[in-house]
Structures are given as structure tokens and as C-alpha cells.
């Protein structure tokens, strides 16, 4: 039998509506749930997925606006729960079977969050989606995909942004920025780059989990980093 890989892949809820935009954009979705299905095509990987809220509420933008800080937390884990229903509906609109797992209980629309039955899941050909973040407080949801990508064993973590991969500087506001093909956690560190948040790049740098931090926006570019093919900047040990 071929050996299958193990992926996790890590979306932002932005990525579900148009540029600037806000909610879901039903275009948008299917296009995403079409890459996907295509990198699926032919087997060898097992995929599942965090999906962000930043398209309906960020917990932390709310809080400055008067919101206690844990319940605007728990509202944008509710965020990613709806958008995850979102791309469940999309994938399985066009063959995926996929389950959504919540660290909240929300048992009416998708399974608890339960290791082994998501790892059985994965083994079986189906997306698992992790919603509901950690199901605490004042963890982002790259935190979230950190987690979840060590819990299930992935072999890699793709983080899919807006930009090529991992940059010098700014390339915003410097565009003669260094893009790197490949750098070491040690060296994020030194050169003070912004990969993820802290706490999910110590999780991953502790466990020796890879990322994979690539431009999701152009048309194949999900397939191609599903799929291993030299994309965006690779972090690792």
C-alpha cells in the first residue's frame, strides 16, 4: 500500500469572502472547496483543516470596543464554526466527505473534538475540519492549527496567507524584501520575522512541526502546497 501524508491546513476566515469584503462569499467558498478536492484527486493524503473567523468578528478587535475579553473569544470561535459549516457544504457539494469537529459543544451541527475518532476519520478519506479554536480564550487560531497539527501527527502545517511566503521585511513596505525559500525556526527568531503568533510557533518549533507559509490566493496554489511542490518558504529545524 502507498504511503499517505498527513496534512493540516490552516485558512483564514478573510479567504472566504472577497478582498476587503465581509461574511461569506459563496464563489469564494466553492473555489477554495475545488482546490481542495483537486489536490485530493488520486489519493496519498490525508487533509484536515482550520479555518479562521476574521471574516465575521475577530474576539480581539471586539474586546477594544467594550466586549469582556473571554466572551469576545468565545464569539469568534462561533465565527470559525460557521465558516467551517460553510466549507463542510461546499466539499461535500461536490464529493468531499468531510466532518466538522468543534472544541465547543455544538452537537446539533458537528462532532465534539475527540483525537482518535479524527484521526479514524482521516484514515477513512475524509477532511476533517477543526472548528470552535481550542475551545479557550485568548488563542488565535493559528494557535489552534499548531495544536491540532501536532495532535493528529501531521507531517507538515500549511499556512495559507495573502503573501508569497516569509519575508525579510515587510514586503508591503520595502518590495526589495528578501523572500526566503526556506528558513530554520531558529532564525525566525533571530531576525524577529512574523511567521504565526507565539504561542503557535513555539508549539510547532517544540514538536519539530514544519510550516509551510504560502500565497493561497492564486488559483492552484493550494493544490500545489497539498500536493508538495516547491511553493512559498518552508520553516523547520
Known amino acids: 500500500m502507498a ?5 493540516l491546513l490552516k485558512i483564514s476566515g478573510e ?6 469584503g465581509y461574511g461569506i462569499d459563496a464563489d469564494e467558498v466553492r473555489r477554495i472547496a475545488r482546490e481542495v478536492a483537486k489536490s485530493l484527486d488520486g489519493g496519498g493524503i490525508e487533509l484536515a483543516m482550520v479555518v479562521g473567523g476574521g471574516n465575521i468578528l475577530r474576539g480581539e478587535q471586539i474586546s477594544r470596543q467594550g466586549i469582556e475579553r473571554a466572551t469576545a473569544d468565545f464569539m469568534g470561535m462561533l465565527a470559525t464554526i460557521i465558516n467551517a459549516l460553510a466549507l463542510q457544504s461546499a466539499l461535500e457539494g461536490i464529493g468531499v466527505q468531510t466532518r466538522v469537529q468543534s472544541a465547543i459543544d455544538v452537537a446539533d451541527v458537528a462532532e465534539p473534538f475527540i483525537r482518535r475518532r479524527a ?7 475524509r477532511v476533517v475540519i477543526f472548528a470552535g479554536g ?8 493559528d494557535t489552534t492549527a ?8 501531521a507531517s507538515i502545517l500549511l499556512k495559507g496567507t495573502k503573501v508569497a511566503g516569509v519575508y525579510s521585511e515587510d514586503p508591503r513596505q520595502n518590495p526589495g524584501a528578501q523572500l526566503y525559500e ?5 532564525d525566525v527568531i533571530q531576525k524577529r520575522l512574523k511567521v504565526m503568533d507565539a504561542t503557535a510557533f513555539a508549539l510547532c518549533r517544540d514538536n519539530h512541526m514544519p510550516i509551510l507559509v504560502f500565497d493561497m490566493i492564486p488559483d492552484g496554489n493550494i493544490e500545489r502546497a497539498v500536493r508538495g511542490e516547491r511553493i512559498g518558504t518552508l520553516v523547520r529545524d
Open 3 to 7: 504511503e499517505r501524508r498527513r496534512l
Open 15 to 20: 479567504s472566504l469572502c472577497r478582498s476587503g
Open 119 to 125: 484521526i479514524r476519520h482521516l484514515e477513512k478519506g
Open 134 to 141: 481550542t475551545g479557550n480564550p485568548y488563542f488565535t487560531t
Open 146 to 153: 499548531a495544536l491540532r497539527s501536532v495532535e493528529i501527527g
Open 182 to 186: 526556506s528558513i530554520s525556526f531558529q
